[in-house]
């Protein structure tokens, strides 16, 4: 849990443009319920907020912009999904109905629940060291944050199933070449590269950038019709994961560093 003097997201408002930072860094910017709940509040005050024109989402450090979901949360049965807004999804982001664009600022590692943050953004800026992976079948897992269809949908189907299925990472080159992310830079430039980004975006006239949003996406009414069939789906499937000896295995085998013993039970 955060404290007054190290809250868990950062919120600073910059001219038009507001930048959340995910600050956990001695836990590589891992999600928790605190982190979702006050990640939820981020974005709901910048969607609130006439004045605010687009966002950028990044991670505190040099080393991960989200290592993804808190697997030590996760084991004790705390999800990061934020009570009373489960339809915004994971980290109180993934599905949010939000018309104000959203630019990932990828600093660092971005794995599982971090890969689904950068697909559930507009844009994407990364760093020459970043990373991008869904390592959830290496747990017992699957990425059910929007990772399983997110890539098929934003990469080349074949590309998009290396990742899904062996559960190994990217690099921010490769992610570049299939267009997963918009531009690669120096770690020092990323967040400098994704606030220029959101000031131009910022410079056009507010709602028409919202109704651009909304109408590339398929947003209606707050959500995308056509994922809902997916959503369950993929809903469907972890529960019945997550109720697997192969996925407590899997998050055991990760805490205490060893290989896991799958038995497909």
């Known amino acids: 849990m955060s404290t007054p003097d ?9 001219g038009h443009v507001s930048l959340i930072t995910i600050n956990r860094p001695g836990a590589r910017n891992a999600l928790d319920l605190d982190v979702a709940t006050r990640l939820a509040d981020a974005f709901d ?13 990044t991670g505190a450090g ?8 808190d697997l030590k949360a996760l084991a004790r049965g705390e999800r990061a999904i934020v009570p009373g807004r489960e339809h915004y999804g994971f980290a109180g982001f993934v599905r949010h109905p939000m018309s104000t664009p959203v630019i990932a600022a990828v600093n660092g590692a971005a794995l599982g629940g971090g890969t689904e943050l950068a697909l559930a953004a507009d844009l994407v800026v990364a760093a020459e060291h970043a990373t991008f992976g869904v390592p959830e079948v290496k747990r017992g897992l699957l990425a059910a944050a929007g ?36 531009e690669v830079v120096p770690a020092a430039d990323v967040v ?17 950038v919202q109704a651009s ?6 947003i209606v009414d707050g959500d995308r019709p056509a994922e809902t069939a997916v959503w369950d789906r993929s809903g469907e499937e972890m529960s019945r994961l997550f109720a697997s000896a192969d996925a407590a295995e899997g998050m055991k085998a990760f805490a205490e560093k060893r290989p896991p013993r799958w038995t497909a039970r």
């Open 6 to 14: 190290q809250p868990t997201v950062l919120t600073e408002h910059l």
């Open 45 to 57: 005050a910048a969607e609130a907020d006439p004045e605010i024109r687009c966002v950028v989402l």
């Open 62 to 69: 040099d080393q991960a912009f989200s290592a993804g979901a």
């Open 147 to 182: 990772g399983v269809f997110r890539l098929p949908e934003q990469l080349p189907r074949k590309v998009a199933m290396r990742l899904v299925l062996t559960g190994e990472p990217m690099s921010a080159e490769e992610a570049l070449r299939w267009g997963l992310v918009n």
């Open 192 to 208: 400098p590269t994704a606030m220029r980004l959101a000031e131009v975006i910022a410079s056009n006239a507010p709602l028409a």
């Open 213 to 218: 949003k909304r109408l590339a996406l398929g």
